[in-house]
């Protein structure tokens, strides 16, 4: 039950405003009482905390299916930016983006967010460390890293919102694509 509160509640932060997002709202979606909620989330921010932790378990174990499902003949780094473009918009990215911006104007989820986000990306940097050499500590690869990484989350709002077009896109994820080949290439050779 409680997998199930989760992913109900990472739909409807996908599909509604943070706002109406309510722990009663999800116990009506979810099929469940409000005692079954608070058995397993005696708060909101409890809940909310089970479902950044489980978006960004499962987002981890995207990242390193995603690294195996590279065909041999497709360059690592342009599968692994175009992979990850792709999550960025799908349904987790759309719920982890309405708590982004929710927590603009809510300190308690804002500390969890950033709390978790920093043991997020250490545990995704040991998997791009260990599965191709990602060297995160070299300094031009963590600017390249960041550079990728923040502009194709901003890109994924800027598609959202309807002010980026298809063409600025296609040369931006080219950009990315360079400028992580040419800082991992570097690293390597270093």
């Not at 722990?23 to 099929?31: C, Q, R």
């Not at 397993?40 to 909310?48: D, E, G, I, S």
């Not at 780094?77 to 929710?102: K, N, P, S």
């Not at 070299?138 to 890109?155: C, F, T």
Request: glycine share 6%.
């Amino acid at each position: 039950m409680r997998i199930h509160v989760l992913e109900t509640t990472i739909t409807c932060l996908a599909e509604r405003p943070y706002s109406d997002v309510s722990v009663s709202a999800i116990a009506a979606e979810a099929g469940v009482s409000r005692g079954g909620m608070q058995y397993h989330f005696p708060t909101r921010l409890a809940l909310l905390q089970g479902a950044v932790e489980h978006l960004h378990a499962r987002r981890l174990q995207q990242f390193q299916a995603d690294i195996m499902a590279r065909p041999a003949d497709v360059d690592l780094i342009g599968h692994i930016v175009d992979t990850h473009w792709r999550h960025l918009h799908e349904r987790d990215f759309r719920a982890y983006q309405e708590l982004v911006l929710a927590a603009r104007s809510e300190p308690e989820l804002a500390t969890l967010l950033t709390t978790r986000y920093g043991a997020f990306l250490r545990a995704w940097h040991e998997i791009a460390r260990e599965t191709f050499g990602w060297d995160h500590t070299d300094p031009s690869v963590a600017r390249a890293g960041n550079i990728a990484h923040y502009l194709l989350e901003g890109m994924a709002y800027g598609r959202m919102g309807g002010q980026l077009s298809a063409a600025d896109t296609t040369d931006l994820i080219d950009y990315v694509k360079d400028v992580m080949r040419i800082a991992h290439s570097e690293a390597r050779q270093s």
